[in-house]
């Protein structure tokens, strides 16, 4: 089908055609069109023939003398396997002017989501010209999957037509300007090097193009692990050495074993407490499968997402009653990494295992791993483990968490490295192999120093800390700013009214900020309002997408890593003292008895006339002698706040408890000088029940609006067996818990005081929160409303 090609970019349409499985058995053909253009950005700086990329490759980079194996200026083109596996050596800032292939891309992601991640870190946050090539929509450079050829064929065949197409369009490009820079195909198999060689393209494999940075031999330990590969049997695939562990099942053996019932899937959790023991959570109500032993969990790791076979009911065990830590536990000869001593023996598979003699209710459904749906492998932080084997390679690494398995690495720079925090990346966990392979990836600094620590801390808990990329920057409003008239008329106009903000001391990113008013009528008027950010992201826009990845701000004991730019954070975004802001309002008509006369929603205009620290606003409460309009307004507010808790008790809320501390830092230094206990008080619990109430009229105004489609919250009931922990305390002290209902528990944490004892009570509290079950999403419609409360 010919289309115009001027009017649209569009030069022709293809059809993909492929069959896939329905839940039914059955197979459906599916046909779909693909457009490809003539109208594709090829990335290249300058180019006169393409349309520019809004991301595209740099102009000023000189590569010629990076590898040995080519000296003249040059642009990368990788393939699948190098995104997949060797994405840490990629990271390098050596490496620059990269171009990825859209069919890479897409198969990486399809692959291996934390792969994707670092590959879209390294395309929209890094500003070294990685480049996104479409070449999937482009008419010179798409190439159709030919009849029984597989992905991976045809892949890697799209990858050598997208690099002639370079080629050739360096070459024109050339012809009319000055000489350019040369295509060079990095493959990760010598195969495929011959291949693209075979087609007359400059290539060369991947461990060739490292080898050739002699200007950062660091570089070769990462690909150490790949290299040693060369242990396994080229005739069976099997590994050389002696086999540890049993088979994992394949993707279609684990598929039918899913679809029959006879295996479940579900995140694979290691204990804290023993690290030979893992649960396995295989639906959504929490319902978890016990494994014990090192042959059982079959070389799963912690957040593998795994398939499990349940034993036999005579074959059931409970955890043991004992703390096993890897550092306790792997030590001497059998944890040095030279040595010949990968074993795993029954001894090793029972040792957490509890004694024979155990009761009957203590028994859990115990299942084994056979199985493995999807690897959650991540980058490591912990420290290389000393050998006693002088001028060693191969090396232990301990992570920091200690939920993870040793992981075996090699490298020449174990001097260097001594004393550092350092990360490590797995790459496979052959049956052979007592430990996971991996490679060395970076090193974060010294151990103990507070940066590095700190960096630590945000790395193994996944927190995004990268600066914020340019595209983010340009979303920012200019500055100076102020409210536009436009803006103030589609608004309610607030700013007569003395509202204020409480938060902790020190706050500066502050959200949120309330009112009260009386009324004529004996009533009052009770408002919440919260900073309206959205007016600053948009949807779909850089800053909306990287708000998105992180998630949340995240605080340290010294240090802040924001959410979206300190520009919104602390100053537009944050309700201060005295400053004109946007906000969406929630204002309720309240009687002296806390109950709802009328509620309205509406953007609003505010200026609040203090930003109070909780200290500051119990001290207004509590100072008699002031009667100005905020100190009114603040005991109006705590008064009415005391009725709404008091209803929530009656109805059955929960009061938990979890302790909050305060670190005291240095001014100069800002090292960390004394940590206490953050002190409770009555302007907490105001602002806990007005922020609560705000939350349940917007969830019942949205509910009553989108009846079938309202994202709403829920906290599911915890499992009977969840409350086990928190039953066993209390009945320790002579105290029956009953956990029928929420009210029933709140009863009976009010009726577990002992005098001598205070922290007692306080202490069932915080195991009873650890009993509670995460906060869901939903969608209002797909479950009965007796489901939708917390």
Known sequence: MELNVKQSGISRRTLKIFHKNTRSGGIVKVVREHYLRNDIPCGLPNCTICPSAERGLLSDVDNSSISSVINEQHII????????????????????????AQTAWEAVKQKSPPAYKKVHHLVFHEERGFFVFMNDFHEETYAAREPGESADSRNDRALRKTAKFFVDHLAELGSRSKKLPKLVLLCDSVESRDRARAEGLISFSFAEYVKGITSKPELADK?????????????????????????????????????????????????RDNYMEASVYVDDEGSAWFVQGLLNCNRAVHDDLVAVELLPEDEWSCPARLLKIRDQEESGANADAELDTDEVSTEDSEKGAPSKKRKRDDLLPTARVVGIIRRNWRPYCGVLLPSSVPG???????????????????TRQADTLKGQRVIVAIDSWPRDSRYPLGHYVRSLGTLGDRATENEVLLLEHDIPHYKFSSAVLDCLPAVPWRISDEERTKRVDLRDLV??????????????????????????????????????????????????????TVYLCDQRIDMVPELLSSNLCSLRGGEERYAFSVIWKLTSEAE????????????????????????LIDNKKLDDPLAQSLRQLNNLSKKLRERRRANGALTLASMEIRFNIDSETRDPIAVQEKKFLQTNNMVEEFMLLANISVAQKINDEFPDCAVLRRHPVPAPANYKPVIQAAESRGFK??????????????????????????????????????????????????????
């Not at 990788?78 to 990269?98: E, G, M, Q, R």
């Open 77 to 100: 083109l990788v393939d699948v396997s190098i995104l997949l596996h060797k994405t840490d050596v990629l990271a390098d800032d050596c490496f620059c002017n990269v171009i990825i």
């Open 596 to 619: 709802i006369v009328d509620v309205k929603f509406h953007k609003s205009v505010i200026c609040s006339r203090a930003a109070l620290t909780y200290q500051q606003a119990q001290d």
């Open 737 to 790: 818990l009953v956990v029928d209902s929420g009210k029933a528990i709140a009863e009976s944490l009010d009726r577990a005081i002992i005098d001598a004892n205070p922290f007692f009570n306080t202490m069932l509290r915080i195991l009873t929160t650890r009993c509670m079950t995460q906060a869901v999403y939903f969608a209002s419609g797909t479950l009965p409303v007796e489901q939708y409360y917390h």
């Open 392 to 410: 060693a390679r191969r090396h232990l690494f301990a992570a920091a968490e200690r939920r993870i398995p040793r992981i075996r690495i090699e």
């Open 499 to 552: 509202i204020c903000s409480v938060d902790p001391p020190g706050c500066t990113d502050i959200d949120d900020a309330l009112h009260c008013r009386s009324l004529d009528d004996g009533c009052f008027e009770v408002g919440v309002h919260i900073a309206d950010v959205s007016h600053f992201v948009r949807p779909g826009t850089a800053i909306d997408l990287e708000a998105a990845e992180r998630g949340t």
């Open 223 to 271: 690909l150490a692990a790949f290299e040693s590969r060369d242990e396994i049997d080229p005739k069976t695939g099997a590994p050389r050495g002696r086999l540890l562990f049993p088979e994992h099942l394949s993707a279609d053996e684990t598929e039918i074993g899913l679809k029959t019932g006879r295996l479940k899937k579900g995140s694979f959790q290691v204990s």
